[in-house]
């Protein structure tokens, strides 16, 4: 029994399609991948990250993004980081201003069907993209802040974090310091277990 060859797009008709689309979708190679919905807590603290990184910014050059904008990375995958931030001036590919090309700073929300990807394979995709200074991963399960953090793009990742012993969170790349208990403004978290639960690091795509 034959079955049909798998549909490869080309970049200009996955934006197209994108453009005209009310779910958002990652593409690379070809092909196109739907992005799942979050959860409560993933959206509340994907907005509250937004919030508080585009008031501690406010009087800065920098810009805030939230998870509607589209991000190019140099190895060809198109998608949507929960927040980005941009503090030089932003760079769009093409006409338009919805697919950016240099952010700063990352912030991804873990979910427990993408934090493998998040940590592995998309995380690979994100270093190769000079600009990028820090990428942060926010657990919604537990108070946890990893962030990673380069000097420019051929120097190593170094790691810190802040879990619910601190109260505060320092975004290094932004010079910005962020109250945990903003980070999870209405988020229902079992403290004790955040304090007990290691992150995991495991790797691999959710595909």
């Known amino acids: 029994m034959s079955t049909s060859a798998l549909k490869r797009y080309t970049v200009n008709e996955y934006l197209a399609l994108e453009r005209a689309s009310d779910v958002k979708h990652e593409f690379f190679d070809g092909e196109i991948f739907a992005m799942a919905g979050g959860s409560r807590a993933h959206n509340l603290i994907s907005l509250n990250i937004a919030s508080e990184l585009r008031n501690a910014l406010e009087d800065s050059p ?42 700063l700073l990352i912030v991804e929300v873990l979910s427990p069907s993408t934090e493998a990807y998040d940590r592995g394979t ?8 000079p600009s990028l200074r820090e990428y942060v991963l926010v657990s919604q399960d537990r108070v946890n802040v990893e962030h990673f953090v380069r000097a420019d793009a051929q120097s190593p990742w170094v790691l810190t974090r802040s879990t619910v012993s601190e109260t505060k969170a320092f975004f290094s790349s932004i010079e910005r310091t962020l109250a945990l208990a903003g980070i999870y403004a209405k988020v229902e978290i079992d403290t004790s277990a955040s304090a007990a639960a290691p992150p995991r690091h495991d790797s691999g795509v959710p595909r």
């Open 62 to 103: 920098c810009e805030v993004y939230p998870r509607d904008m589209r991000v190019k990375l140099p190895t060809g995958l198109y998608t949507y980081p929960d927040v980005s931030v941009v503090c030089s001036e932003a760079r769009f590919e093409g006409e338009g201003q919805d697919v950016l090309l240099n952010p």
């Open 122 to 129: 998309k995380f690979e995709h994100y270093g190769q993209l």
